[in-house]
């Protein structure tokens, strides 16, 4: 079995920052992209951004120069660097991983969820 649980979420006014962090375990052996993706209330979920296992990166266009994505594959986490937080930024994060478990099963897992607020 494997979960993704998040971590890091919270109330923050804007302009400030937070740190996300997700992490994978479980019977994983190998973990191709990770990701992050939010929903804001009334909204569809939406790609926030995306790293592949060799580092490369994609983010949405309304986070771009404020949010970074990493990753510690021998930790099987991902995080994401929220900066200069906006009202609009509020929404519940999800983290995702496309990955193959010690089982053969190959597929994307996600997380629970952290909401993050950010008041004006």
């Known amino acids: 079995q494997v979960q993704l649980v998040e971590s890091g979420g919270g109330l923050v006014q804007a302009g400030g920052s937070l740190r996300l962090s997700c992490v994978g375990s479980?019977?994983?052996?190998?973990?191709?992209?990770m990701g992050w993706y939010r929903q804001a209330p009334g909204k569809q979920r939406e790609l926030v951004a995306t790293i592949t296992s060799g580092g490369s990166t994609n983010y949405a266009d309304s986070v771009k120069g404020r949010f970074t994505i990493s990753r510690d594959n021998a930790k099987n986490t991902v995080y994401l660097q929220m900066n200069s937080l906006k009202p609009e930024d509020t929404a519940v994060y999800y983290c995702?991983?496309?990955?193959?478990?010690?089982?053969?099963?190959?597929?994307?897992?996600w997380g629970q969820g952290t909401q993050v607020t950010v008041s004006s």
């Open positions: 995702n991983a496309d990955l193959r478990t010690w089982d053969y099963d190959a597929r994307v897992f």
């Open positions: 479980g019977s994983i052996f190998s973990i191709n992209a």
